[in-house]
């Protein structure tokens, strides 16, 4: 490498490192609370503050960044990054994600038998930047590694209630499944790589979409694509690697598993949009219509999968690991699309999908802090108890079957909107399907709250009059959730350009 290669280089790394600055914020941030959780134990809330004062620069620099920002894309460290539209929404979603994880996990009262939060800003501080690096990763290598970023720490949260012999094993489990689903992924790479000669997605965008090809190179690329998104479906928990994730929703702590629900779950989806946009040209040809058929595919079983999982479920972790598998192949149908109204769909739902899945965990921590477990048969007492509360549940329920006039319902309404257009109509039937499905759980934890005739044993009856109310905060937080979930179909539109403008530099 000459003196001017290295010079050129050298720029462009610190150009890069300029407007990369609320990424190492977060990086620099996440140091200083892990030290400080380390040699100043007596200053947890200290650390606490630190992690959310970050957090929320963060998120309002991204969300500003976003309204601010064109069509064009800037590409940084080299072409290794790719900050669009697209990165600057979800990045505002993984600061609001993260937030909501730290506040529960102040609140969560089973969280003060373990020291898991004694690391968990800096954890936090550390996922939200691979998070944010995954839904920027402008190549092969910092695709493995920004997904990396986001698993090892995750594994390390899951395992942290080190007295209770399930965490540790669904954390190994998540390990175990990790680690080869990284495998997966890096085999993808390796073919991917192979046949292109090139790491970085716009020359691997271009070869793909500009080459005719032999069979031998379409065999490789098959190959790729298929073991690229084996490798990211554990992230996304989609079939068929979806079977970690009930049970370690169930074990993990309870803010940890709100975290796991949508942040990682998210990247992985965008990180699947940059990948589909290298293999799938936008003009129709045979080899997109086999990416369609394929991701139709595994959406129907995904939902199919999920919803039937959740028939059976008396905990409400497991209830919602399941519903978040059908969720995952609801969001699948609508990018099976593979057009710009299925990939503005998917994205609007993400959104929706935040503020439905936090608030009903807010509600679920509330339940486990006042009966200690998180039974759906406790969800009678609540209605006894707490009758707004339960009110407010009902209406996430009610969302996330995606009933109107609820936000799920717009959500829904755009991806089969997408789908039907599209004319997959086979896909829009299951997906139909699992919605009535979908209907039959969330219903009964509502036919349990208030119309069991089962009364009250003297234990819920013991413990909830012990307990007394919810914290000012909790409560704060939950109706801040619902207010968009129940109001947002008055006044749409707004977020839906938002989502527009964040997704018109994505090309399927």
């Not at 914020?25 to 970050?54: D, E, P, R």
């Not at 629900?261 to 940059?274: D, E, M, N, T, Y």
Request: aromatic letters at 14%.
């Amino acid at each position: 490498m000459g003196d001017g290669a290295v010079m050129s280089w050298t720029q462009n790394n610190v150009a890069s490192f300029l407007q990369f600055w609320p990424e190492s914020l977060l990086g620099l941030s996440s140091m200083v609370c892990l030290l400080g959780s380390a040699f100043a134990k007596n200053k947890k809330i200290f650390w606490q503050f630190l992690c959310a004062l970050t957090l929320l620069v963060y998120g309002a620099h991204s969300a500003i960044s976003l309204v601010a920002c064109s069509s064009s894309a800037k590409v940084l460290f080299l072409g290794h990054l790719r900050v669009d539209g697209l990165s600057y929404l979800l990045q505002v979603i993984f600061a609001l994600i993260s937030l909501v994880t730290l506040h529960l996990s102040t609140t969560h009262r089973p969280s003060s038998e373990h020291s898991y939060t004694d690391e968990l800003p800096a954890f936090l501080l550390v996922l939200t930047l691979g998070m944010a690096m995954m839904v920027s990763s402008n190549s092969l290598l910092m695709l493995f590694l920004s997904v990396e970023m986001v698993s090892i720490p995750s594994y390390i949260l899951v395992g942290m209630k080190r007295s209770d012999v399930g965490s540790g094993e669904a954390g190994l489990k998540y390990l175990l499944f990790g680690a080869f689903a990284s495998g997966l992924m890096l085999f993808g790479i390796s073919f991917l790589f192979g046949a292109v000669g090139s790491v970085d997605f716009s020359y691997v965008a271009g070869f793909l979409q500009n080459t005719v090809f032999d069979v031998q190179t379409k065999i490789f690329l098959g190959v790729s694509m298929i073991f690229l998104i084996a490798g990211l479906g554990y992230k996304m928990a989609i079939f068929p690697s979806h079977m970690w994730c009930p049970d370690v929703y169930q074990a993990a702590p309870t803010p940890i598993t709100t975290f796991l629900s949508v942040g990682p779950k998210v990247a992985g989806f965008a990180l699947l949009i940059r990948i589909l946009s290298l293999y799938v040209s936008p003009v129709p040809t045979p080899w997109t219509l086999s990416v369609q058929a394929l991701l139709s595919v595994l959406a129907a079983v995904t939902m199919t999968i999920g919803n039937v999982g959740a028939l059976a479920q008396i905990k409400m972790k497991r209830l919602i690991a399941y519903s978040s598998i059908a969720h995952a192949g609801y969001i699948l149908m609508g990018l099976s699309a593979l057009n710009l109204d299925g990939l503005q769909a998917a994205v609007f739902y993400f959104v929706v999908y935040f503020f439905m899945n936090a608030g009903v965990f807010y509600i679920t921590v509330w339940m486990e802090n006042h009966y200690g477990s998180d039974e759906i048969h406790h969800f009678k007492a609540l209605a006894e108890h707490s009758p707004i509360l339960m009110a407010v549940m009902a209406i996430f329920l009610f969302s996330l079957v995606g009933l109107p006039p609820f936000a799920g319902f717009l959500g829904k309404f755009y991806l089969f909107a997408a789908v039907v257009r599209e004319k997959l109509y086979i896909l829009a039937i299951i997906g139909a399907i699992n919605t009535a499905i979908s209907l039959y759980y969330y219903a009964k934890i509502l036919k349990i709250a208030y119309f069991s005739q089962t009364p009250l044993n003297q234990e819920d009856q013991s413990e909830t009059l012990s307990v007394g109310k919810p914290n000012l905060s909790m409560a704060v937080m939950t109706f801040l959730l619902a207010f968009p979930v129940t109001f947002l179909i008055l006044k749409w539109k707004p977020l839906l350009t938002v989502v527009e403008l964040a997704t018109k530099s994505i090309l399927f």
